[in-house]
DNA sequence: TCGTGGTGCTTGCAGTTGCAAACTCGGTGA
DNA sequence: TCACCGAGTTTGCAACTGCAAGCACCACGA
């Protein structure tokens, strides 16, 4: 695909832009980027890079990931479940252990949709070898 | 976090990517990159846009958030570690699955603390050995 | 001693980013 | 009518990204 997000990203920022009633050149010196160029990204001709789009960000006094959503660099939500998007995002995991975490995860929710169509059942027969050192854990069993 | 920024990146990338024990040729096809480019990044020689990053976080399974805080695009105000709290909140799994899950999950943490102060070792012992359900899982283990 | 296949690194180049300078257009005052 | 000012835009260029091709090195087997 192209970029169907950078025609929309420019167009974002000038709608925020006008919303603070600055000028283009205002917003650039602001995000310390030229004004042409800033002209530029907001009518799709550029696609600038994270650098400047975090400091068009900060110009604006936006989230630079409201703005990287826009640019398509960031999806709005993990493809999949929060509990994936937590997993990845976690960095006091291994990637080793990350996979693990993941594979397990997604077989869970393969089984949980093979067995029927029903959501959360019983379907104990996975989870139920404990499998690891339970030291702390709050059991925390509240299944909706 | 108390790392540097974008001179960090490249290392953080290589620690990544090692910890993942795959080599550069096999995250740059992974990663949709090419082999040079990725090396001169690692290296720090080359700061990479935030697509090349996106695709490189994809190569590693990890979150383009996390190495766009590595390389300084974003601020790092990111709840991260949410990971219990997702799957708690995650009403697709049983209760059992969710103990599982949350077992392997601080068991990982903890040998993380214990091996070293270092955040992510190798570890690869606990996450080599699957240990669960090995019904649709794939472990997906593409090591060297 | 070769050849083969695996690392990662260097080089040269096409394409892009981002900027400085200069431009157009509309409004204001003498 | 001028000159001036500020809005956004166009142009030309240095600097950079990212890739293809190829290099250097090492381990292994014939």
Do not use: C, W
Not at 10 to 27: C, H, M, P, T, V
Not at 115 to 133: I, M, T
């Amino acid at each position: 695909m192209e970029l169907p997000k950078v025609a929309s990203l420019g167009e974002y920022i000038r709608q925020q832009r006008q919303q603070a009633k600055i000028s283009l050149r205002q917003l650039a010196a602001q995000a310390g980027v030229s004004n042409p160029y800033l002209s530029q990204v907001e009518r799709g001709l550029r696609k600038p890079s994270a650098e400047i789009l975090n400091q068009i960000a900060k110009g604006l006094h936006i989230s630079a990931q409201a703005l990287y959503v826009q640019a398509g660099l960031i999806e709005d939500r993990e493809p999949h479940s929060d509990v994936l998007a937590a997993i990845r995002a976690d960095m006091t995991l291994t990637s080793r252990q990350r996979q693990v975490l993941i594979d397990i995860y997604e077989s869970f929710r393969k089984e949980n949709r093979a067995d029927s169509a029903q959501p959360p059942q019983p379907a104990a027969h996975l989870g139920d070898d404990p499998v690891l050192p339970r030291d702390g854990i709050t059991p925390d069993s509240k299944e909706g």
